[in-house]
């Protein structure tokens, strides 16, 4: 079981939560419809948050978010359920590599003990502030680049038109 604080829950789950949905319909090359988007990444918040107070170990955790995350783009966004797969993976995939970077960054910039700084609540938080950064400038590039190729696609009833 993690120990999650309200403002860990406000300043980096929520927003870590509406980039992964948001990642999940760049990947997947789909328009976003704001109202959807909204209710899947509030659904996918509460998802985390009840799954990150279950007593499993932090891989589990990661897992299981990536089968809500799946669920939720394929019932709520009408992505399929190929692409959902797919694009779920490489968002996660893309969060880990951010992560890791921070990290990196951590130990060999700032010559910080990443254990001591995860274990602080405020320090995790402003620490781990970085890797979620890189995530959204990653994505809103790539959402730029596909804007301008036109490569998002809608989707209507469940069919990519």
């Known amino acids: 079981m993690l120990r999650l604080t309200l403002l860990y829950v406000f300043l ?6 509406f980039l992964v949905v948001f990642a999940v319909h760049l990947f997947s090359k789909t328009v976003i419809n704001v109202k959807k988007y909204i209710i899947s990444s509030m659904f996918f918040v509460i998802a985390v948050y009840l799954i990150r ?15 809500v995350v799946i669920v939720l783009t394929i019932n709520i966004n009408k992505i399929s359920i190929i692409k959902s797969i797919q694009a779920s993976i490489m968002a996660v995939i893309l969060e880990f590599i951010c992560e890791g970077i921070n990290v990196f960054i951590i130990q060999h910039i700032f010559k910080a003990d990443v254990k001591y700084v995860f274990s602080q609540p405020l320090s995790k938080i402003v620490y781990a502030t970085p890797s ?10 790539y ?11 809608e989707v209507m009833n469940g069919e990519i038109i």
Not at 143 to 153: A, C, M, P, Q, T
């Open 12 to 17: 980096r789950i929520l927003p870590e939560e």
């Open 53 to 67: 107070l279950l007593p499993i170990q932090y891989g589990i955790h990661t897992i299981i978010g990536v089968v």
């Open 132 to 141: 979620l950064v890189i995530f959204a400038l990653i994505l809103f590039i």
């Open 143 to 153: 959402y730029f680049y596909l804007v301008k190729k036109n490569k998002l696609k």
